[in-house]
């Protein structure tokens, strides 16, 4: 009966372990913001724009190295209206990770817009850093 016990509470310590390890990684200290470009649709490369063509009905997030640069592209899907505004929330570097957050917003009450569909999407141009891009 003993023996039982410590290994259950053997085997939830790990558990316990496990879980906070998982969230610490998620949660990494920033270390510093990270200077970026956001551009308009005739700066993105080609080959990014031909990407973001053939995702943009669904939401996508994107990453493209040209060599020079690195650029970064959030999609949020077909809307029904036009009136969509992105903004980068934040851009930073944590030891492991770039972090890309970005928030999409309106149309505003009574503002004027198309009822056509719309593919409301954002492409940064920023330096190459070393790390997996994360897009909260």
């Known amino acids: 009966f003993m023996k039982r ?7 939830c310590l790990c558990l316990l372990l496990m879980a906070s390890g998982c969230s610490l990684q998620t949660k990494e200290k920033k270390l510093r913001d990270v200077e970026y470009t956001v551009l308009g649709t005739d700066h ?23 060599g020079q640069y690195l650029y970064l592209a959030k999609g949020y899907g077909t809307r029904e209206s036009s009136g969509y505004n992105i903004s980068v929330k934040d851009l930073y570097l944590t030891e492991h990770t770039i972090v890309f957050e970005t928030q999409i917003s309106g149309p505003t009450e009574g503002e004027d817009v198309s009822r056509r569909e719309t593919t409301p999407y954002i492409v940064v141009k920023t330096e190459i850093l070393d790390g997996q891009v994360v897009f909260p």
């Open 5 to 11: 016990r410590c290994l259950l509470i053997f085997c």
């Open 44 to 66: 993105i490369p080609q080959e990014l724009r031909e990407k973001i063509d053939q995702v943009k009905t669904e939401e996508f997030q994107l990453t493209y190295d040209d």
